[in-house]
């Protein structure tokens, strides 16, 4: 019995090998080398310049707006499709874009928010003189939005699903009220969803580059810009990998930060 | 006494989806302080009732009174009704304290206060000690207990218990049964208990209403609905019945099994067709001589007090009797009865007909 169960962890203890600590090691490896290739720790010092930090807090700014409109916007969509009548139908077709490669939607949208885009000409109709939508920070954070939407409803709508519907009758016949219920009950119960929810949306928000690149129009300069450009402009392999090495520090610490917490304690 | 009533169903129905109708016209009134049992098979509304009565849904047509004031749109959380819920509904991010203190801490009631009425609710279900408790960490019992506590410690005028002895051993049900009705004679609250056993119903009960598909079928003492049920429906839920059809021949003359019997009811039509009931228990075994109904013993089972014998008589109908001395299989017997065991259902009677018949010749009798 114990050896087998040892024996299947095999596969997996491979893959992780592979595919999770080499490229790691490998990072850490590259970051501390300079141009030459030399061993040095000047590209840790590097970071942290005011250049770089300055970049790591606008990365989590634009992180962090991108996450809270994303949710602000998920949750009730999210409970009012827990209300409908098709909700897995109508969740499905909320899905769907996300199946849709990211590179296409953003063009799609170079084409809707450009000057002579469909935006513009009902901005014309109203009479005002078109605006240049595209290479601003709103867009870059609509866009991003747009994206993560269906990634954020689908952990929120599962949580609030999942939820037995007599434990709101049961808060409601206890006294509360429609907003203490959300606050008391429906919020607490669904957490772990909108954890999920944040972590999917927030991680991968950091790390953007090719939106960033496309409709921010190089205005926006992020970690994950950043990177981009040390791998492909500068080839400077050492300083690309040693943003990395933060990104992924930081990646940790948002996911302790989101991790699921024991139940219990007052509501 | 209209200031006793303190739930009126006046005319209510209740309609899903706009063709299922769940409640067709149920009206009734409920006196302050008494055990009320809402009794009747799965799915014929019980529960319906109490969402109507805590608010969680509005009646189709009819009006619900609380305390004489019309609350078919007042919200669930302003009005003074708790539950006991079917599926215990607890909280499962709150621990068992937490749970019961939830409606205390609404209404912001101070926390050592909190702590004392908690300990109350806790104690009174047997579950002192397991205030740190998870809600996933308890046995269906156990959860039960704590959704009683967590209703009874609100302390409202009225309390909706769905089944909430379902889930317990019989002897814990039994000791909740002395402890709920002890507990509401002591608070003098309105109890509103539903249940599919009759036996809990007939223990526990001021007054029950048997529901059959969305119809009150007949409401009563106890006492009442055992000794006089109004229908085959009442009859045959109340505890075991032995139904078989008959012909009133006149008043306090009823045929059946072939004979012709003195009884106590009348009020109908000459050779009117009707139901006649004899409960197991007031059926005596003696010999064929004696025997008012000669039957064959079938089968028979021991119930632990009694013996239930399962009989047929000549005609084929079945006749369950309830001896205490054991009989042989397949032997010959009489059945023996008193005029008084014999009671006489008309079809299709509604409870008003009934009652109305039941005062003009019980008073003669
Ligand atoms: N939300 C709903 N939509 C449609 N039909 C419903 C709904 N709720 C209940 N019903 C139907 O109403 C009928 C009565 O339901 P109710 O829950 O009152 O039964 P009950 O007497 O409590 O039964 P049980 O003893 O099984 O709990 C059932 O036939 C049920 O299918
Ligand atoms: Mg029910």
């Given at each position: 019995m114990k050896f087998k169960s040892k024996a299947s962890l095999i596969p997996y203890l491979l893959w992780v090998a592979l595919f999770v600590i080499a490229p790691i090691g490998l990072i850490l490896y590259y970051s501390m080398l300079d141009l030459n290739g030399d061993f040095t720790l000047a590209n840790y010092q590097n970071f942290f310049t005011p250049a770089y930090l300055t970049m790591t807090l606008t990365s989590f700014w634009y992180a962090f707006l991108i996450t809270f409109f994303t949710l602000v916007i998920s949750y009730p969509t999210a409970y009012f499709l827990t209300k409908m009548k098709h909700k897995h139908l109508w969740l499905m077709l909320i899905i769907?874009?996300?199946?849709?490669?990211l590179l296409l939607k953003t063009y799609a949208f170079i084409g809707i928010f450009g000057l002579y885009g469909p935006v513009n000409a009902i901005i014309e109709v109203f009479g005002f003189d078109p605006k240049?939508?595209?290479?601003t920070d709103f867009s870059f954070v609509f866009v991003a939005v747009y994206i993560f939407i269906p990634f954020m409803i689908i952990p929120i709508f599962n949580a609030l699903d999942k939820m037995n519907p007599s434990l709101i009758y049961a808060s409601r016949d206890l006294g509360a009220s429609a907003f203490t219920t959300f606050r008391r009950v429906i919020f607490p119960l669904t957490i772990e969803g909108v954890k999920s929810g944040i972590q999917v949306t927030f991680i991968p928000a950091l790390s953007l580059f090719m939106i960033t690149r496309l409709i921010a129009g190089n205005k926006v300069i992020t970690l994950g810009t950043a990177i981009e450009q040390q791998f492909?402009?500068?080839?400077n392999w050492g300083m690309g990998s040693t943003i990395a090495v933060f990104l992924i520090l930081i990646m940790f610490a948002s996911m302790l930060f989101t991790r699921t917490k024991k139940k219990g304690g007052r509501a | 006494m209209a200031n006793d009533i303190i739930i009126r169903f006046d005319n209510v129905t209740k309609t899903y989806n706009s063709?299922?109708?769940?409640?067709?016209g149920v009206s009734f009134e409920l006196e302050r302080g008494k055990f009320y049992t809402l009794l009747?098979?799965?799915?014929?509304?019980k529960t319906t009732i109490l969402r109507l009565i805590a608010g969680f849904d509005t009646p189709t047509t009819g009006d619900v009174f609380i305390n004489g004031k019309r609350?078919?749109?007042?919200p669930a959380n302003e009005r003074q009704v708790n539950t006991v819920f079917q599926d215990y509904?607890?909280?499962?991010?709150?621990n068992v304290f937490e749970n019961v203190a939830f409606g205390l801490r609404i209404k912001k009631i101070k926390e050592a206060e909190i702590k004392v009425r908690v300990a109350e609710a806790l104690n009174f279900v047997n579950?002192?000690?397991?205030?740190?408790?998870?809600?996933?960490?308890?046995s269906g019992g156990q959860r039960q207990r704590v959704a009683i506590a967590r209703a009874i410690?609100?302390?409202?005028?009225v309390i909706l218990l769905d089944?909430?002895?379902?889930?317990?051993?019989l002897k814990l049900r039994t000791e909740m049964q002395y402890e709920l009705r002890e507990l509401q004679q002591r608070l003098g609250k309105t109890f509103i208990f539903v249940t599919h056993d009759q036996e809990e119903a007939l223990a526990m009960s001021d007054e029950i209403f048997v529901l059959n598909e969305g119809n009150i079928q007949q409401s009563g003492t106890p006492v009442d609905i055992y000794d006089e049920p109004i229908n085959r429906f009442v009859a045959d839920f109340i505890g075991e019945s032995n139904i078989v059809n008959g012909i009133m021949?006149?008043?306090?003359k009823v045929q059946f099994a072939g004979e012709v019997f003195d009884c106590v009811d009348g009020g109908m039509k000459p050779n009117e067709k009707i139901d006649v009931v004899i409960r197991p228990e007031d059926l005596h075994v003696t010999t064929p001589e004696a025997g008012k109904i000669i039957v064959r013993v079938d089968t028979q089972l021991f119930r632990g007090v009694h013996y239930e014998l399962s009989t047929y008589d000549e005609d084929g109908n079945e006749w369950l009797v309830h001896s205490l001395k054991r009989a042989e299989v397949g032997a010959q017997v009489g059945l023996d009865f008193e005029p008084e065991a014999i009671h006489i259902m008309r079809l299709n009677e509604t409870e008003e007909e009934f009652d109305a018949r039941l005062e003009a010749y019980t008073n003669e009798v």
């Open positions: 769907i874009p996300s199946w849709i490669n240049q939508i595209l290479f492909l402009v500068a080839q | 063709n299922t109708t769940v409640l067709k009747g098979p799965s799915g014929c509304g609350v078919n749109d007042v509904a607890l909280f499962p991010h709150l579950l002192t000690g397991y205030e740190n408790r998870e809600i996933a960490e308890m410690v609100n302390d409202p005028e089944e909430p002895l379902s889930a317990l051993d021949l006149e008043d306090y």
